[in-house]
């Protein structure tokens, strides 16, 4: 059962820059396509960004184009997503998910492997 991690969410001060890592330890990431999503408290949940297995992306929410992008190291097994330009909006528990569709599918959809989500503040 696919089981993925996040890490390296922070405290940021507006305008900074953050670079969350996605990873799985018993499983390789080189097949499936993974979805980064948010949830800010008192939000439902909300896509960002998806990179398929061959590394094309699709970004499920436009307030973060221009500043978040999406990349996948197979060698290293593991899902990258860099944030710059933070914006106190950006503030959200971020998670991780994989799904084996070839295209990214509908934010959520067929997604499963959810981690437990790290935390991004973006405040002065």
């Known amino acids: 059962q696919l089981q993925l991690v996040e890490s390296g969410g922070d405290l940021v001060q507006p305008g900074g820059s953050l670079r969350l890592s996605c990873a799985a330890s018993?499983?390789?990431?080189?097949?499936?396509?993974i979805g980064w999503f948010r949830q800010a408290p008192g939000k439902e949940r909300e896509g960002v960004l998806c990179?398929?297995?061959?590394?094309?992306?699709?970004f499920y929410t436009d307030s973060v184009k221009g500043r978040f992008t999406i990349s996948r190291d197979n060698a290293k097994n593991t899902v990258y997503l860099q944030m710059n330009s933070l914006k106190p909006e950006d503030t959200a528990v971020y998670y991780c998910?994989?799904?084996?569709?070839?295209?990214?599918?509908?934010?959520?959809?067929?997604?499963?492997?959810w981690g437990q989500g790290t935390q991004v503040t973006v405040s002065s």
């Open positions: 990179i398929t297995r061959y590394g094309s992306t699709t």
């Open positions: 998910a994989g799904n084996l569709n070839l295209n990214c599918p509908a934010p959520g959809l067929g997604y499963h492997g």
């Open positions: 018993a499983f390789t990431l080189n097949y499936y396509t």
